[in-house]
């Protein structure tokens, strides 16, 4: 069984499998990460993951923070080899430990820049509570889940050593995917805001406004993305692009959303690409016509950056057929949207 950990670099690929025996579900898991060589699949090494996210889980249902919990640069690999367990450096040659970075216990998500490791800690065994919480698939806010307070905690990756950490009443409510690294800069959102902090010292620069509903810890997450002097933030309800700054709001589109997962945003030779949802009135509707799986709209828009103008329509009938795009995130390249 996958869990969607999937990265590549150098040559060599890197995933979390479960290994346990498939006679029957209830079977106890053994869950691996496994690095193999990226032409050939010849296996490099294995290293023991000592608890995941249960293979019991409801169809569908999550966490949808659990890929970013590996992450492969160069000759480096970081990961988090146990649910809860703090995040460690390997070397992707051996698989050996580099070392382990202190403080980072219960970490959700990884993101590495710039030579920064920056982590997202919370408690990922409220994720797992949580899958047994789901009333359906398309649900976007947990039943009866704990709230937990969060802190994001930055490395020098060399050293290991602890550069700063955000513990206050910005980082508290963060909400899970959201953290945005580019330049000098880092983003994340926390229900009510869009938080911007610097990278090298933890210092927030602004704050703006960018409410939405929902705790986001099942199948379905916003999108932040921050390209130039611009960072986009997308929901099921709005895309809305701000400053980097001074946080000063730019304009206002359409939302969107993914098949039980985060809306697709891609910045392209100065163009904004998603599918806008289909509206009436004030509420989302699935248009069953374009596309029963539940991301509505005809139409790829390409809008400006500065803008927000749409400069490019793109029927969606060029995609092939009814398909699935939620099992992996949709990806692009400067010419092409791969779906």
């Given at each position: 069984m996958y869990k969607r950990q999937v990265t590549s670099s150098n040559g060599r690929i890197f995933y979390i499998l479960d290994e346990g025996e498939i006679s029957l579900i209830h079977r106890p898991s053994k869950w691996k990460l496994i690095a193999r060589d990226a032409f050939n699949g010849k296996l490099l090494w294995k290293r023991d993951i000592s608890r995941w996210i249960t293979q019991l889980a409801n169809f569908r249902a999550g966490p949808a923070q659990m890929p970013r919990r590996l992450v492969s640069v160069g000759d480096r690999v970081f990961v988090t080899l146990g649910l809860d367990a703090a995040v460690e450096m390997l070397d992707a040659v051996t698989g050996k430990t580099l070392h382990t970075f202190p403080g980072s216990a219960k970490t959700e998500e990884i993101l590495?820049?710039?030579?920064?490791?920056?982590?997202?800690?919370g408690d990922p065994n409220i994720l797992t509570d949580a899958v047994s919480n789901v009333d359906g698939f398309w649900q976007i806010e947990a039943r009866n889940a704990k709230p937990v307070r969060r802190k994001i905690l930055a490395f020098d990756i060399e050293s290991g050593e602890e550069v700063w950490t955000a513990d206050d009443e910005a980082t508290a409510g963060y909400t899970g995917l959201?953290?945005?690294?580019?330049?000098?800069?880092?983003?994340?959102?926390?229900?009510?805001?869009?938080?911007?902090?610097?990278?090298?010292?933890?210092?927030?620069?602004?704050?703006?406004?960018?409410?939405?509903?929902?705790?986001?810890?099942?199948?379905?997450?916003?999108?932040?993305?921050?390209h130039d002097d611009v960072v986009l933030c997308l929901t099921y309800k709005q895309l809305c692009a701000f400053s980097s700054v001074s946080g000063e709001k730019l304009w206002e589109q359409k939302g969107a959303v993914g098949f039980g997962s985060a809306g697709d945003l891609f910045v392209i030779d100065g163009l904004v690409w998603t599918i806008p949802m289909v509206r009436f009135g004030a509420a989302v509707v699935w248009n069953r016509k374009t596309d029963f799986l539940g991301q509505a709209g005809s139409e790829f828009w390409g809008m400006d950056l500065h803008s927000g103008d749409v400069k490019k329509r793109v029927s969606r009938g060029i995609l092939p057929g009814v398909h699935h795009h939620r099992c992996y995130r949709n990806k692009a390249t400067e010419n092409f949207l791969v779906y």
């Open positions: 590495v820049h710039d030579d920064m490791l920056l982590v997202a800690v959201s953290l945005t690294a580019h330049r000098d800069q880092i983003y994340y959102l926390d229900g009510a805001q869009l938080h911007c902090r610097e990278l090298t010292s933890g210092k927030e620069r602004w704050r703006t406004d960018f409410p939405f509903r929902g705790s986001f810890l099942l199948n379905y997450t916003p999108t932040v993305v921050a």
